[in-house]
């Protein structure tokens, strides 16, 4: 089946007592059995539970792999992928990260062993030189957030290939219907479910996906044993909005690049960094690499901090908030919101300026979206 078709229906059957087209929310912690030990699959709802089973593999069907993973948050699927490796172990990651998962690795893994590398893996060469002996993982987003630099997984993947390291793909930006990391030689993929997976802001979750059998039988015991995983409501929220993930993913990329476009010629404008224009540096990447750009678009506002608050204090219609992916509009300042725990050292160095917004595009009216941005832009001055 072609990815549209995967997205409406893989992991679901019609539930054979009634025959009900969407899978059921099963609201049981844990499951009749027929003597010690003879269950029907499912034992205890942390283990196992059937509406996150049908989630499950949904996203692995989506991703092209083999087995997929439900988590309750991207954080705690971060987490969960994290206790693969073992103290003293080295991890290079990509610089320009989710600030949730810069904290993560940075105050809570480093110190209970884990070394990490960040560095700009957009540049050629720079993986190669960021290896050491001890390196057993590589974690990438492509877009970055917020910078939305692309990074060739492919490429990446030869490299980690070659050496035997596990290659870790955030694909929260993309989404399997825009990237398929696992088809490019990933070894699995990370989701948070929280954006477009679900892209109606309403339940917060994460996904782990992987094509290696070995990977899922760890990463099986340790969802268990760890515990982050979410409930069946919210299980059952994810695998409704996925059924019109492409659908949404169309609107959220078309009326993204008609916004790039207009932000690239206004005058109160510095820079935008959308993939979609040719003035991105890796354009041609995202090309090959990505089916569309996406959804995010990255701008500097002239004249720093105090004009770019009173932008987002006076836009209505891009609600002023954290996270990104769902049907309404977002626009956030990443110094002050989702990157305030990256130092402001690496800020600066990464490019995370005062002036910098994010916008998470939605599916609104292109000229509402337009006229909302040009409210804030007069408030600017």
């Known amino acids: 089946m072609r990815i549209e078709t995967l997205a409406v229906h893989a992991g679901q059957e019609p539930d054979p007592s009634t025959g009900a087209i969407m899978t059921p929310v099963y609201l049981s912690s844990t499951y009749a059995q027929q003597g010690p030990g003879g269950h029907k699959g499912y ?13 499950q593999k949904n996203l692995a069907a989506l ?4 087995h997929g993973l439900a988590f309750a948050s991207g954080c705690a699927a971060a987490t969960t992928v994290m206790h693969l490796f073992r103290p003293a172990d080295h991890i290079v990651v990509a610089d320009d990260v989710y600030g949730g998962t810069f904290r993560l690795f940075d105050a809570v893994f480093r110190p209970m062993g884990l070394e990490f590398t960040f ?16 390196t057993r993982g590589v974690w990438l987003e492509t877009p970055t957030n917020p910078m939305l630099k692309l990074i060739d997984i492919e490429a990446a993947a030869k490299v980690c290939r070659a050496r035997s390291i596990a290659l870790m793909v955030d694909n929260t930006f993309a989404t399997p219907i825009l990237q398929r990391p696992l088809d490019l030689g ?9 954006k477009y997976l679900n892209g109606h802001s309403d339940v917060v979750g994460g996904a782990v996906v992987t094509g290696d059998d070995e990977t899922w039988t760890r990463l099986k015991y340790l969802q268990n044993a760890i515990g982050a995983t979410p ?3 919210d299980c059952f929220l994810v695998l409704r909005g996925i059924k019109t993930l492409h659908l949404r993913m169309a609107r959220h990329c078309e009326n993204a690049i008609a916004i790039a476009r207009r932000l690239e010629g206004h005058r109160q ?8 224009l ?3 540096p890796q354009h041609a990447l995202a090309r090959r690499q990505m089916r569309a750009p996406g959804g995010m678009i990255s701008f500097v506002l002239r004249g720093g901090l105090a004009r770019a608050r009173a932008c987002l204090e006076t836009v209505r219609v891009f609600a002023c908030a954290e996270s990104l992916g769902g049907v309404e509009s977002l626009i956030e300042h990443p110094a002050i919101m989702t990157h305030a725990s990256v130092p402001p050292e690496t800020r600066a160095r990464l490019g995370i300026s005062d002036g910098l917004i994010r916008l998470s595009v939605g599916v609104e009216d292109i000229e509402d979206l337009w006229e909302d941005l040009e409210r804030g832009f007069a408030a600017a001055g």
């Open 43 to 55: 034992e205890y709802s942390r283990t196992d539970n059937p509406t996150r089973t049908a989630l």
């Open 63 to 66: 991703e092209g792999g083999t």
């Open 119 to 134: 560095a700009d893996l957009s540049a050629p060469d720079a993986l190669e030189r960021s290896l050491r002996p001890a």
């Open 186 to 194: 990933a070894s699995l993929v990370v989701h948070s479910t929280t």
């Open 231 to 233: 409930g069946p409501m």
């Open 269 to 276: 404008v510095e820079r935008v960094i959308f993939p979609g």
């Open 278 to 280: 040719e003035s991105h």
